[in-house]
């Protein structure tokens, strides 16, 4: 942004009023914050309106500043309440531990059973091999949409009996574990 643009205007510091005027926006030079009325665009086909179209962005920038300081303070207001909520005690703790305990000893039974089956049944494999094929089943050859004939004549949907199933085929490449 060329400096130009960001000296201020007589008017702004006549009536003390420190904005910095862009095509784009304005900029307050006390905090920075910028604001852009009519997308940064005057009203070129009224010379009236263009003339006053910085002015307009910053009336309305009393009302917005407005509204953002009530935000704020009502943001301010529950930060003691979100504070107080945050260091309260959580109710349930004995009962999430209880869980996780639980939870825990569950774990250790389910391993310790699949161990035991391990070592009952060392050198048998987990799946056969027949289990771990994957079995490929070949798409349905997409429906003939109609044509314009037929959709004008409204005939909509295929008489033909419907093509047999194609054959299951094992793929010995693909493995399920």
């Known amino acids: 942004m060329a400096a130009s643009f960001r000296q201020f205007s007589d008017w702004s510091v006549c009536h003390g009023i420190a904005w910095s005027t862009?095509?784009?926006?304005?900029?307050?030079?006390?905090?920075?914050?910028?604001?852009?009325?009519?997308?940064?665009?005057?009203?070129?086909?009224n010379p009236k309106l263009a003339a006053r179209h910085y002015l307009q962005a910053i009336d309305k920038t009393e009302s917005l500043l407005d509204k953002h300081t009530k935000e704020l303070e009502t943001l301010r207001e529950q930060i003691p309440?979100?504070?107080?909520?945050?260091?309260?005690?959580?109710?349930?703790?004995?009962?999430?531990?209880?869980?996780?305990?639980?939870?825990?000893?569950?774990?250790?039974?389910?391993?310790?059973?699949?161990?035991?089956?391990?070592?009952?049944?060392?050198?048998?494999?987990?799946?056969?091999?027949?289990?771990?094929?994957?079995?490929?089943?070949?798409?349905?050859?997409?429906?003939?949409?109609?044509?314009?004939?037929?959709?004008?004549?409204?005939?909509?949907?295929?008489r033909e009996a419907p093509a047999e199933q194609a054959p299951v085929r094992k793929h010995k490449s693909l493995k399920i574990n």
Do not use: W
């Open 22 to 45: 862009s095509p784009e926006y304005l900029e307050s030079a006390k905090t920075g914050l910028r604001y852009t009325y009519n997308s940064g665009t005057p009203n070129t086909d």
């Open 81 to 158: 309440q979100m504070e107080k909520l945050i260091g309260r005690p959580f109710d349930r703790e004995a009962e999430l531990q209880q869980l996780k305990s639980e939870l825990t000893r569950l774990e250790q039974e389910i391993a310790a059973q699949i161990r035991g089956k391990q070592q009952q049944h060392p050198n048998e494999p987990l799946a056969t091999e027949q289990e771990r094929e994957a079995v490929i089943i070949p798409l349905r050859e997409p429906e003939q949409h109609p044509g314009p004939a037929e959709t004008a004549a409204g005939n909509f949907r295929s």
